[in-house]
């Protein structure tokens, strides 16, 4: 990392590679590429919203949960790993909608200074810009997590827990721009149309 906290542009380029390796095949490229981010917080639902949402509109999904253990296979969650990681994500978004490829970023995201340098791509690269924030009810997040705890979905990779849940509710900020409200309670379907209108049009 460089003194004024930027990664070394070497060893961006090599995590990029590493997390190219953990998303597998790409959709087809589109002339008008969109940038989904989907935020909220552990628990919510946001990799089954994002799973579904990528059924109906082609695109990669950078899951921040499964990229981490890709770049470290026992993380801590560290400031400095969290940078190595977003730095990485951030380059290889900017890469698949250069071209052409549409990118649902699924990360917690709850900060809009983290936030921020997302719609700086998306800007630079005249893509659509799409934000989703996605909630659940606290009991049925409970729920949620003690299933994680427990293994029981083994698409879940995430480790956060309930602990970790109660902490992050008082960090999160309102999202500064119009976006899509998701309660995963309910049925997504129609809240997933409208994205998918959006990302199209």
């Avoid at 190219?20 to 490229?29: D, F, I, N, S």
């Avoid at 990528?54 to 790993?81: C, G, H, M, N």
């Avoid at 071209?99 to 917690?108: E, F, K, P, Q, R």
């Avoid at 924030?133 to 879940?156: S, T």
Wanted: aromatic share 6%; net charge positive.
């Amino acid at each position: 990392m460089n003194y004024d906290g930027t990664m070394d542009a070497e060893k961006v380029a090599s995590d990029v590679k590493e997390l190219k390796k953990a998303l597998g095949g790409l959709p087809e490229p589109v002339a008008k590429p969109a940038l989904i981010i989907v935020s909220g917080l552990p628990g919510t639902g946001k990799s089954y919203f994002s799973r579904m949402l990528a059924e109906q509109l082609p695109s990669v999904i950078v899951e921040s949960d499964a990229l981490r253990k890709r770049l470290f296979p026992t993380p801590t969650y560290s400031p400095e790993e969290s940078r190595r990681l977003f730095s990485a994500c951030h380059r290889l978004i900017e890469e698949y909608l250069g071209s052409g490829i549409s990118v649902i970023l699924d990360a917690t995201n709850l900060v809009e200074h983290h936030r921020e340098p997302l719609y700086r791509i998306a800007q630079r690269l005249q893509s659509k810009l799409i934000l989703v924030q996605v909630e659940a009810p606290r009991e049925l997040v409970r729920q949620r997590l003690q299933g994680r705890a427990e293994g029981i979905n083994h698409e879940d990779k995430s480790d956060a827990g309930w602990g970790i849940y109660q902490r992050m509710r008082t960090r999160v900020e309102r999202i500064s721009r119009n976006y899509f409200a998701v309660d995963t309670s309910r049925d997504i379907t129609p809240v997933i149309d409208k994205i998918v209108r959006e990302a199209k049009r």
